[in-house]
């Protein structure tokens, strides 16, 4: 399964990002994908989660994302977004995008999408 990311670039403070990621390849079936989510990492630090959402819709944010960032995917196209507002410096990082996916007989796979940056700038 690979992801692709898509959707950061460079963005004045207060501004807004919608970043978008697909799953293609050889997904198990459309109900497999459970899990979406965004990470951040900056140089030498470790990854951290931004915001996540299960299948059902229950959402999760880090308390940096909250208020400001929200999370929806499309299951039929396994497809995750983050809209990103109120953008601060702060923000700046390269945002990876995540899955995990259930597979019978082989269990939870999880994966990850190649970088996309977000500089938040004036």
């Known amino acids: 399964v690979q992801l692709q990311a898509s959707g950061g670039g460079l963005v004045q403070p207060g501004g807004s990002l919608r970043l978008s990621c697909a799953a293609s390849g050889t997904i198990y079936n459309i109900f497999s994908i459970k899990n979406m989510g965004w990470y951040r990492q900056a140089p030498g630090k470790q990854r951290e989660l931004v915001a996540s959402i299960i299948r059902g819709g229950i959402t999760n944010y880090a308390d940096s994302a909250k208020g400001r960032f929200t999370i929806s995917r499309d299951n039929a196209k396994n497809t995750v977004f983050l809209q990103m507002n109120s953008l601060k410096p702060e923000d700046t990082d390269v945002y990876y995008c995540?899955?995990?996916?259930?597979?019978?007989?082989?269990?939870?796979?999880?994966?990850w999408g190649k970088g996309t940056q977000v500089t938040v700038s004036s």
């Open positions: 995540n899955a995990e996916e259930l597979v019978p007989t082989r269990g939870w796979m999880h994966y």
